[in-house]
């Protein structure tokens, strides 16, 4: 008996032993099985923003949404305008519906960052500035900016005019960065008054509360036509803004096929159609 006990220990020791590695190996078996399931597939870690796009069948274009005739709410309750119908058609091209997210201009650039939606097609300038931060497609139209002011006056016909009045413009806007950085150094001091919103700005203007403001005379006629301001454009225009469409960074694929979307309708006459649509003009020879 003392014989057997003193060889079955050593036995049983070894056993138990070989058990626990045993369980040990089929342990990290299980958990190597179980993240190799959870890894993302190799075509979702390549997929590039242009196969996403293509995949949901939805183009998201974030816009103001209150800047006719460019984009704005119609009758029916429908995001409508110039934008609309080029971001319908640029859609249309990659094969997908669009979708759009209407919002303030000030934090449009900022909800693309955050990926709200793909794309920004809202007259968006194209500037050095924003170049830092996101990328543009080629222009898809060029705008002259001119000044604006109460019918009765007089005082101001020139950007000179501007030095010690109050002068009313977009926030966020390509128009508020050249008040302040080009037109306060070139005339001297003026205050500056932003709007969230064009209507706002030409009510105040129309009121008397600013002296001028600067915009184009595209997106001026239907709001002064509709609400009968006396309002009117004075002298030539200050500038002329070139807009894109705005996508995020490191994203060449997809703002190349919106360049091949937008040169294919700009070739087979449908952007002329829907310049004419909405400005009752053929656009400007490019």
Not at 79 to 103: C, M, N, P, S
Request: aromatic letters at 8%; a neutral charge; glycine letters at 6%.
């Amino acid at each position: 008996m003392t014989s057997n006990k003193k060889r079955f220990f050593p036995i049983a020791a070894a056993i138990l032993v070989l058990a626990l590695v045993l369980s040990a190996c089929g342990s990290n078996n299980t958990n190597k099985g179980s993240n190799n399931a959870a890894s993302p597939s190799p075509s979702a870690q390549t997929s590039n923003l242009l196969d996403q796009v293509k995949e949901s069948g939805v183009l998201k274009v974030g816009l103001m949404g209150t800047y006719a005739p460019y984009n704005f709410t119609n009758d029916k309750n429908e995001i409508d305008g110039f934008d609309a119908d080029i971001a319908k058609e640029v859609a249309k091209r990659l094969g997908v519906k669009v979708e759009f997210t209407a919002q303030d201009f000030s934090g449009l650039i900022s909800s693309l960052q955050a990926k709200k939606f793909d794309a920004i097609i809202s007259q968006v300038t194209i500037t050095d500035e924003r170049k830092k931060v996101i990328d543009f497609t080629e222009p898809y139209i060029t705008n002259e900016v001119k000044i604006i002011v109460p019918e009765k006056n007089t005082a101001i016909t020139k950007l000179e005019d501007f030095k010690g009045k109050n002068i009313g413009v977009g926030l966020g806007t390509n128009d508020e960065t050249y008040l302040r950085d080009v037109a306060i150094p070139k005339v001297g001091k003026f205050t500056i008054k932003t709007y969230d919103d064009v209507i706002t700005s030409l009510q105040d203007l129309n009121a008397g509360r600013i002296d001028a403001t600067i915009n184009n005379i595209h997106a001026l006629k239907p709001i002064v036509d509709k609400n009968g301001f006396k309002i009117k454009a004075v002298g030539e225009p200050i500038k002329a803004d070139s807009a894109g469409i705005a996508v995020r960074k490191d994203n060449p694929e997809f703002r190349d096929a919106l360049n091949q979307a937008l040169k294919d309708l700009k070739a087979d006459g449908t952007y002329d159609t829907i310049f004419e649509k909405w400005f009752g003009e053929k656009p400007a020879a490019q």
